[in-house]
């Protein structure tokens, strides 16, 4: 199976970043690394992790708040000091280009490798990063500035042409592989079957952060494997939760529950709770298969 | 005694980060905090030392080098979160403000207090801060970028005329201090006393880092109570520090030596040593009086 997991770097909200870090994940995915988000400090989770500068290309940045990319000079400085030659992209709304690019400049003059800024519309769901076994694709939010979440698609791990194989034989429509190559792939049966458990093949992880309660996500972010919801809130300070344009804990899981996806890791906690037991029980009585972030988990897909 | 020490926050170069966090220090002087430089990360320490935001107003950032400055924008907007109202002082080089500035205007729309950015000449050392106790002055260093170190020169702890009262009853030359404004000050020897005592009461702290071995700096900061000086290198990767613009932990000692300095910390220590012990050896044998730096070190002055 392809690898597929998830490092949490970072999962506080702007003011409890001693003891959660800010919002960073890296989603390791058959060795390359993509990051998610890139809050101050997230370097040194990074390195903290024994994760490999070389494997990362790719930066996708959630939206323009500060506690979520104010990291990212710090680490495209660090690339440069390591000496690193390979583009690195930065897919972000427009405005990071205008923003960051003076500073890196003046800051990074001597990098020896380009740094490439792609832009996409918050305001609409696109598929941004493609190659052979992966899809990534923007899932727009509703925060207090244009925001989009992340939703990484495995592609079939296998060849289809391996799946079908497997299933004739199954079927004793053919006995042995040699005579695949004759067999006619008009059956029905067999081609809906096929369709289906290429589906099942497709592991998915959505990262939604930062968003307050928004239903319309939930057609692209339905079944998928892994859901990671903020939940900066308990319901108690839904008044606060609807201000600041932030999640309840409840209003995660409502979100896992209507997507049916298999497991909900909530996030980027207020620094207002001493724990998030609370915050976890919430969520457990709507979506029962909810764990807390914690900084360095590990969560494989 | 007036309160003056020096909290560190971080002291590794650029790539040290992960053990000795990146260069920043506060300056605790009569319950106001300073602070000298700012990398990546300089607000999560702060926070650690249990220091309170409400004291600090004043910054000094000694270059622009992204290991001293990046740590500027999260501070600022963590700032602006506690809903500060008091200005924010930032002195450097013009280009900070030029630099920064967009980026402040951006992600701090909504902060309720200023920033005030103070530029100096880096060629030059200039008064650029003095209140009824506290001087600080630039000290011009010699780095790859305009850099400059900064002294912070306690005035008289004790109004003058205390002191010279003081003196003239130790001299029998009043009985007791009613008849004290009578007294004539025309006496050569009570005022030479007067100058070296209220010299010696005025406590010196000298911050030199980045910089290559520069003597240029012995004269303005002869005498301090404590000097630290960078000392990324040992002298055998001398040929690195003079193509860097560093120092190795020898000449920070020589530079101890020659100014006459009373204590020495050394620090901005390169990630390519495991331990540092070598460093404190090689400057103890020049400079007796030399401790190595360590993040949430507190030192008195």
Known sequence: MNQFEINILGCGSALSFIKHSLSSQIINFCGKLYMIDCGEGSQF??????????????????????????????????????????????YSHPEAKRLFQPLIRYFCKEI????????????????????????IFTIPLKHRVPTVGFLFEEKFKKP???????????????KNTHKFNDFNLSNKKITQNISKKTTNFSRKY??????????????????????????????????????????SAK??????KFANVKKLVIGHFSARYS???????????????????????????
């Open 160 to 174: 289809c042409v391996n799946i079908i194989q497997e299933m004739c034989i199954q079927n004793n429509l053919i």
């Open 275 to 301: 724990d998030e037991l609370s915050l976890l029980k919430e969520a457990q009585e709507i979506f029962p298969n909810t764990i807390l972030a914690n900084k360095f988990m590990v969560l494989p897909i």
């Open 45 to 90: 989770q990074f390195r903290t992790m024994k994760l490999k500068f070389q494997q990362l290309n790719h930066i996708f940045i959630s939206h323009l708040h500060g506690d979520h990319c104010f990291g990212l000079l710090g680490l495209i400085y660090t690339l440069g000091l390591f000496k690193r030659t390979t583009d690195l992209c930065i």
């Open 251 to 256: 209003q995660a899981a409502l979100i896992a």
């Open 206 to 247: 959505a990262y939604c952060s930062d968003t307050m309660y928004h239903e319309k996500i939930i057609p692209l972010i339905t079944n998928v494997d892994l859901l990671y919801h903020e939940a900066t809130f308990k319901s108690e300070d839904l008044v606060r939760a609807k201000k600041t344009c932030h999640s």
């Open 112 to 135: 020896s490798y380009q740094i490439l800024f792609r832009s996409f519309d918050p305001n609409c769901s696109e598929l941004i990063y493609e190659d052979q076994k992966l899809n």
